[in-house]
């Protein structure tokens, strides 16, 4: 999921610029503070709902937000891509706060928070490895067909996660 938040804050600015035309730099600056914005506006929205209610709503927005993301790139729409943006990241914000109430509360006590430490380790990751990939990809492969690419892959992994935490989320 994070993922995605890497791809908006290190390769929005070339996408906007390379597939919309948009070259102000407060348009991406706003566009990144959106999709941050609604990952924490869902975490903090759906703080009374119930964990199964909430990995529902991530698989669903990812989803959705991730397809609105590509179709936004393919057409091309920048209000698309970014209402698509501010949907997938509210839905990678309540994955996340899922995945860390999971694992806390599965997580022995006395791993509580090496297990907690093991998730930011990852994420941070899929905010890094990712844009790497992307980045070395777009000296060989055009613009569109990297973000397609990187859309259908963050889609799979998020959705799947999602439902899968569902599955065993009280």
Same mark, same amino acid.
């Given at each position: 999921?994070?993922?995605?938040?890497?791809?908006?804050?290190?390769?929005?600015?070339?996408?906007?610029?390379?597939?919309?035309?948009?070259?102000?730099?407060?348009?991406?600056?706003?566009?990144?503070?959106?999709?941050?914005?609604?990952?924490?506006?869902?975490?903090?929205?759906?703080?009374?709902?119930?964990?199964?209610?909430?990995?529902?709503?991530?698989?669903?927005?990812? +989803?959705?937000? #991730? %397809? =609105? !993301?590509? $179709?936004? @790139?393919?057409?091309?729409?920048? /209000?698309?891509? &970014?209402?698509? *943006?501010?949907?997938?990241?509210?839905?990678?914000?309540?994955?996340?706060?899922?995945?860390?109430?999971?694992?806390?509360?599965?997580?022995?006590?006395?791993?509580? +928070?090496?297990? #907690? %430490? =093991? !998730?930011? $380790?990852? @994420?941070?990751?899929?905010?890094? /490895?990712?844009? &790497?990939?992307? *980045?070395?990809?777009?000296?060989?492969?055009?613009?569109?067909?990297?973000?397609?690419?990187?859309?259908?892959?963050?889609?799979?992994?998020?959705?799947?996660?999602?439902?899968?935490?569902?599955?065993?989320?009280?």
């Amino acid at each position: 999921g994070f993922a995605l938040f890497g791809l908006f804050t290190s390769l929005a600015p070339t996408l906007l610029v390379g597939t919309f035309g948009e070259t102000r730099h407060l348009v991406a600056g706003v566009t990144v503070f959106l999709v941050f914005g609604s990952a924490a506006a869902a975490q903090v929205l759906l703080a009374r709902v119930s964990r199964r209610s909430q990995l529902l709503f991530a698989a669903l927005a990812c +989803g959705i937000g #991730l %397809a =609105a !993301i590509a $179709l936004g @790139a393919v057409l091309p729409s920048f /209000v698309l891509f &970014l209402v698509g *943006g501010v949907v997938a990241g509210a839905g990678v914000g309540a994955l996340f706060k899922c995945a860390l109430a999971t694992a806390s509360e599965i997580a022995e006590p006395g791993r509580r +928070g090496e297990t #907690l %430490a =093991a !998730i930011f $380790l990852v @994420a941070y990751c899929g905010l890094a /490895v990712p844009v &790497l990939a992307i *980045g070395a990809a777009l000296t060989v492969v055009p613009q569109l067909v990297v973000l397609l690419v990187f859309v259908v892959l963050v889609a799979v992994v998020t959705v799947v996660a999602a439902l899968r935490m569902r599955r065993i989320a009280r």
